[in-house]
Each structure stands twice: as structure tokens, then as C-alpha cells.
């Protein structure tokens, strides 16, 4: 009989938490019909903002993974003074407020920031522009590739990197034909990760924009301007395609990490 | 599994600690990672340290006495502490039937916790706004009944506890997991009463994952603003959250009063996750073991 009651307590809040939002977010969106939600996606300050959102997605991607890596190989396979505090600030981001994460860019290139001024006689703008936005984005998604490499690698031990020195395999070989192989999962779990946040950052990107439509306005700032412009129908358009997008991103995850579980690719001891 | 954040220096320690280097690539990773690190997040937090002061110590003074942040500050801490209670039975009742129970569909239940989670910030807001708005799904009856949820402090406290639901499931998830259910059995045959197994057998060995889990939801919420400005309403001294108040006093270009706001949150934040750290080791120790939660 309890177990009868939890369970059906169980689906209730699923619904009503988690089910129902995500319903709300397509219902809204389509409203008029597929069509005209398709149409205000077309529209150029939608195109752009798409636009700008992928792009600066790809570049934190790329920065945070290939730095990502680095320091993991180097907090993985080395101990040196100062490892316990590099560990704190690569972690920290995820404990400041998405708000503070833009704030801080202001601080060093905004007008009153420390360099804005400096930088602006030379033709550099950084703050309100799209250099701006990057470096929030980068700033927010900034651990997770390296948090999730580093278990892995430690778990593997140095064993085979070790052997593969005495076969005279240089830095870059062993990282690329020994070490990563065994860490691609945790890789592109990272990577996914970085990308759905990337994507999806709003408080940070939403201090250091300057939120001018076409220009420096990516996904979810447009969706608050349509969304405050009582653009309803366009707002969610968008925040359905947003969703889809992010969403995909983490489900692609979870498959991943269930595959991997399977081929036992992950567990630790692989290589003891 | 989880990809809630998690409580900073949990990492391990490598394994070979004490061996000489022969591996190469330290230099060059080190240096890459202190790059990396130095450029984007040392600089610009020490920048957030520094400039409070910067033009002395009156603005950050001006700020401790200004009643409009203090209700910020206030209001934001206090529903995410809220919102934080809220989700621990919610998170354990989810909980428990993913691990302990055969519920059908459990496989899309797992999926769906994470939807917080992959649900962009902005997409939520505008989504909770309204959903609970006066013409919306559940805001209309909630209305009818003569509870306002939109554009109150109710509201943010709903926003934040919808944030926060999954980093507490999935704190508790492995703990429950790990759990052997031989330990209910035991205590049935010994005698023990329901009400005695849940408070004696099965609540001591989840509390330190209870804490963790609250902490996280709780860090987490001081600083949300994507999904709580939408529901919020943002009247000063009444609905108008700590983040939000960054965001005003950087559009009046007041740069001092905003890093002072920032640089409070932060140092709160911090504040409320060394507390909860050090409250989980405690408990955990006094079960005699830790929680690798």
C-alpha cells in the first residue's frame, strides 16, 4: 500500500515539477502553428542571436578543452606545491553567481574598469562587445572538462604513460595514443557538458553585453527581449529551440555515460 | 553521474605522489594550466577583491548600511535556504524510488531529474513566469485559491527550489544505492517500528548526504538569476533578489556599489559552503565513516 502511495507520489511530482515546464515551453512556442514559430526564427536579429550563440559556444569549447586537458595531465600525473590551490580556483567558477561572473569582466574592460579606457583609445572594445561575451562564457563552463578528466586519469595511473616513455614516445604522443584513448568518454562528456552551459549562459553574458539585438545578443538574451516585448510566441520559439538544443546536448551525455558504463571503459582499475 | 557542482577540494589526491617525475609534459601542461587559470579566473576575481576598496573603504561601508541591498541580500539567502528545505523530502522521496523501489518507468523519471539541469536559465524563467502567472496552467487555480505565486517572494522561492531539486536526488541517489537493505530487514526481525527504522536505521546514514545535497542547492541559489528576475516581480525591498541588484547598480554605472553587492554574495557564499562542509564531515564522522557523496 505504501509503496502504491510513493509511487504515485513520485509521478505526481515529476509531473507537476519537472513535466509540466518543459510541455509549457513547446505548447507556448506552437501556439499559432509550426509555421509562424519557424517564421520568427528566421527573422535576422533570431538568425543572428543564433548565430552569435553557436559561435561563442564553439570557441569556449575549444579553449576550455584544450586547457582543460593540460592541466589535468598536469594535476593527474604530477604532485608540486601549489596543486591543492590550482584545484580551488579551477573549481571556482561554479561557485560564483552567474552575475558576478560578468560583473568581474566589467571590473578589468569596462568603461570604469581597470584597462576599458586604455584598451578603447587603441580601437579595443571588450566589454558590450562580442570579445566581452566570450570571456564570461568561457568563464562560467571554465572546470568541467578538467573536472572530469582528472578522476579518470588519476584512477589510470601512470603505468602505460611510463612504458610508453621507455619506448621513446615523446609528451604529445603519449598524451594523444595513450592517455586520452583511454579517456575519451570522460572527454566528451566534458565537452558536452561545456557546451550545454555554454549555450544556455544568461546572467553572466547578460551584464557584459550590452544587449544590443543582431549585434551582441545571443539565445537566451533574445528570448528576454521578446519575451519583455511581449513577442510571446517568438520568445518561446526560440526557448523551445534553445531547450532542444541544450536538451540533446545532456541526453547525448547520459547515453554516453551509460555506453561507457557498459564497455566498462570508465571503471577504475582499466588499467591497474 | 552527477553534474551538480560540487563542494570545492573534494577531488582525490594522485596516487603517485611520493615517485620521481620522469613523465614529461609537466612544464608545459603547468604552464598552459596557470595560463589559463591566471588569465581567467585569478584576474578577474582579484580584480572583484581589490575595487571594492579602490576608491577607500566608503562604498563598501555605504553598501553595509544601504537597507535596499541588506533586503536583497536577505531575501536572497533566505529563499534559497527555503527553497534548499523544501527539495530535501521532495529529493529524497525521488530518490528513493529511483534506488529502492521498482517503479515503472524509472528510466525516464532518471531522465527528467536532470531537466533543470539542461534547461537553459532564461528558458525556465520565462517558463515558471508563466506557468504560475495570474492566466497560466497552475497560476490561475492557485489564484482562484488566493495564493499568488508570480511576482512574490513565493515565487522565487519556487524558481529557486525547481533549480535546486536535482543536485539534491542526486546527492542522495548513491548513498541509497550503497544502503543495504539488509539493515531494515535487521531491524523489522529486532523488533523495531516503522517509525523507529526511518529515524534510527535508515536517517543517520543519509544525513551528511541530506547537508551536501542542501549546501549545493543552497550555494546554487544565492546566486541564481536567469530563472528567478522572470517570476520574480524585482520590487526593491520586497522581491528584488542580490543578483538582480548587481545588474541595477552596474546600469546606474555605479561600479563600486555593484562590486560591493558581488563581493558580499561571494564572500556569503563561501561563508555558508565551509559551514556545511564542516557540518557533513561532523556528521559523517559520527557514524564512524564518510559519504563519498
Given at each position: 500500500m505504501s509503496r502504491i502511495l510513493l509511487g504515485l507520489a513520485t509521478y505526481a511530482i515529476v509531473a507537476v515539477v519537472l513535466l509540466l515546464p518543459p510541455t509549457l515551453v513547446f505548447v507556448e512556442a506552437l501556439r499559432q502553428g509550426l509555421p509562424t514559430a519557424l517564421a520568427t526564427l528566421s527573422d535576422p536579429d533570431a538568425r543572428a542571436a543564433i548565430r552569435l550563440t553557436l559561435e561563442m559556444t564553439a570557441l569556449s569549447v575549444v579553449v576550455n578543452t584544450a586547457f582543460g586537458i593540460l592541466a589535468a595531465w598536469a594535476l593527474a600525473k604530477f604532485s608540486f606545491p601549489g596543486r591543492g590551490v590550482l584545484l580551488v580556483l579551477i573549481e571556482l567558477p561554479l561557485s560564483v553567481s552567474p552575475v558576478v561572473a560578468g560583473l568581474v569582466w566589467l571590473l578589468l574592460f569596462?568603461?570604469?574598469?581597470?584597462w576599458g579606457e586604455a584598451l578603447a583609445r587603441h580601437g579595443i572594445t571588450i566589454a558590450f562587445a562580442t570579445p566581452g561575451i566570450l570571456l564570461a562564457t568561457i568563464f562560467v563552463t571554465f572546470p568541467y572538462v578538467a573536472r572530469t578528466l582528472l578522476p579518470l586519469m588519476q584512477r589510470q595511473g601512470r603505468d602505460a604513460e611510463e612504458a610508453a616513455l621507455l619506448l621513446g614516445a615523446g609528451f604529445w604522443q603519449i598524451l594523444w595514443r595513450v592517455t586520452l584513448p583511454g579517456a575519451r568518454w570522460a572527454l566528451l562528456s566534458g565537452i558536452l557538458l561545456t557546451t550545454a552551459r555554454a549555450m544556455g549562459e544568461f546572467g553572466a553574458v547578460s551584464v557584459i553585453?550590452?544587449?544590443?539585438?543582431?549585434?551582441?545578443?545571443?539565445m537566451p538574451l533574445h528570448i528576454e527581449t521578446l519575451y519583455n516585448g511581449y513577442q510571446t510566441i517568438a520568445a518561446f520559439a526560440m526557448a523551445a529551440l534553445l531547450a532542444l538544443m541544450a536538451m540533446t546536448t545532456v541526453a547525448l551525455r547520459s547515453i554516453l555515460e551509460r555506453l561507457a558504463d557498459k564497455a566498462g571503459t570508465n571503471k577504475a582499475g582499466d588499467w591497474a | 553521474m552527477p553534474s551538480a557542482a560540487r563542494l570545492p577540494g573534494l577531488w582525490p589526491r594522485p596516487r603517485?605522489?611520493?615517485?620521481?617525475?620522469?613523465?614529461?609534459g609537466l612544464r608545459l601542461a603547468l604552464g598552459a594550466t596557470l595560463l589559463w587559470v591566471g588569465l581567467l579566473v585569478a584576474l578577474p576575481l582579484l580584480a572583484l577583491a581589490i575595487r571594492p576598496w579602490q576608491d577607500g573603504a566608503a562604498p563598501m561601508l555605504a553598501a553595509l548600511h544601504d537597507r535596499r541591498m541588506l533586503a536583497a541580500l536577505e531575501l536572497s539567502f533566505g529563499s534559497a535556504a527555503l527553497a534548499a528545505l523544501v527539495n530535501l523530502p521532495l529529493g529524497l522521496l525521488l530518490a528513493w524510488s529511483l534506488t529502492r523501489t521498482r517503479l515503472p518507468g524509472r528510466r525516464a523519471v532518471d531522465a527528467l531529474i536532470d531537466l533543470p539541469f539542461a534547461l537553459p536559465t532564461a528558458v525556465t524563467g520565462i517558463t515558471l513566469a508563466t506557468l504560475y502567472?495570474?492566466?497560466?496552467?497552475?497560476g490561475a487555480p492557485l489564484a482562484k485559491l488566493g495564493i499568488r505565486v508570480a511576482f512574490t517572494p513565493l515565487g522565487i522561492m519556487l524558481a529557486l527550489a525547481f533549480v535546486g531539486l536535482p543536485f539534491v536526488v542526486r546527492t542522495l541517489e548513491p548513498v541509497l544505492r550503497d544502503l543495504p537493505s539488509e539493515l531494515e530487514d535487521a531491524a523489522t526481525m529486532l523488533g523495531a517500528h516503522r517509525r523507529q527504522i526511518v529515524t534510527r536505521v535508515l536517517l543517520p546514514p543519509l544525513l551528511p548526504a541530506l547537508a551536501t545535497g542542501f549546501g549545493l542547492a543552497f550555494a546554487r541559489g544565492i546566486g541564481e538569476y536567469g530563472s528567478v528576475i522572470f517570476i520574480a516581480?524585482?520590487?526593491?525591498?520586497?522581491?528584488?533578489?542580490a543578483p538582480l541588484l548587481v545588474v541595477i547598480r552596474l546600469q546606474e554605472f555605479d561600479y563600486a556599489g555593484a562590486t560591493s553587492v558581488g563581493f558580499i554574495m561571494l564572500l556569503a557564499a563561501f561563508l555558508s559552503l565551509a559551514v556545511i562542509s564542516a557540518l557533513r564531515r561532523r556528521l559523517s564522522r559520527g557514524l564512524g565513516g564518510g559519504e563519498a557523496a
Open positions: 569596462g568603461s570604469q574598469g581597470w553585453s550590452g544587449h544590443i539585438p543582431g549585434l551582441t545578443e545571443t | 603517485a605522489r611520493a615517485r620521481r617525475d620522469a613523465l614529461p502567472g495570474p492566466h497560466g496552467w497552475l516581480g524585482n520590487q526593491p525591498f520586497h522581491s528584488e533578489i
